[in-house]
């Protein structure tokens, strides 16, 4: 039995891309905040979200203390974290996906 020697893979670049990290935007369970305003906010601000899926999120936040909404590039999630906190919404520090 021979052994062919080890070749290690040629490099054609040495530059790696990588990717811009993306980031959470957690809402947080507290007690002013109603149902509906929470449902009512997430519909409004976080694009694509869906009625079912809002109040799916709601009662997320209400029975485990938080829920993460929505996830993608910083810019948004500042954006998104920053009008859901206008609303009066209890909102986690942005932190990475």
């Known amino acids: 039995m021979t052994s062919s020697p080890t ?6 670049s040495q530059t790696v891309k990588q990717p811009y990290p993306n980031y ?5 369970n507290d007690d ?9 906010c ?3 601000y976080i694009p694509g979200m869906t009625t079912d899926l809002a109040w799916e ?12 909404v929505w996830v993608g590039p910083l ?14 919404l ?5 932190e990475k996906a």
């Open 7 to 12: 070749v290690a893979p040629t490099r054609s």
């Open 24 to 28: 959470k935007v957690i809402v947080l």
């Open 32 to 40: 002013f905040n109603t149902f509906e305003h929470v449902a009512h």
């Open 42 to 44: 997430l519909m409004q």
């Open 57 to 68: 999120l709601t009662n997320q936040v209400h029975y485990e203390g938080q829920a993460t």
């Open 75 to 88: 810019e948004q999630a500042e954006l998104y974290h920053q009008q859901l906190s206008r609303e009066g």
């Open 90 to 94: 209890t909102m986690a520090p942005l």
